[in-house]
Nanobody, 125 residues
Framework: QVQLVESGGGLVQPGGSLRLSCIASGVALDEYSIGWFRQTPGKEREGVSCISAADGYIYYLDSVEGRFIISRDNAKNTVHLEMNSLEPEDTAVYYC??????????????????WGQGTQVTVSS
């Protein structure tokens, strides 16, 4: 059974940092492309970043480019999202998602087969 578990969320002041982790079980994560998505009440889910299984292709949403860093540690079956210079607009529940395909996408969340339960990130003074 495939399971994704996010951790690392919390309350942080504007300008602060958090490191989210997505740990997978039941799969060999190196065969999967991984996406990070976020959602706030009343808004559609938004793709933030993704990392492909093939050639390490990485994509960032424009608003997080230069502040967020996605990385994967296949030996630990883990993907991280390091978030720096956080802004109140980054407040959301963050989800990781996995799909067994070469290339990732942040625009088409329907391609992802597996989702974590989410972790809350709150940026507030």
């Amino acid at each position: 059974q495939v399971q994704l578990v996010e951790s690392g969320g919390g309350l942080v002041q504007p300008g602060g940092s958090l490191r989210l982790s997505c740990i997978a079980s039941g799969v060999a994560l190196d065969e999967y492309s991984i996406g990070w998505f976020r959602q706030t009440p009343g808004k559609e889910r938004e793709g933030v970043s993704c990392i492909s299984a093939a050639d390490g292709y990485i994509y960032y949403l424009d608003s997080v480019e230069g502040r967020f860093i996605i990385s994967r540690d296949n030996a630990k079956n883990t993907v991280h999202l390091e978030m720096n210079s956080l802004e109140p607009e980054d407040t959301a529940v963050y989800y990781c998602a996995a799909v067994k395909r070469r290339l990732c996408s942040v625009y088409i969340d329907e391609i992802y087969n597996y989702w974590g339960q989410g972790t809350q990130v709150t940026v507030s003074s």
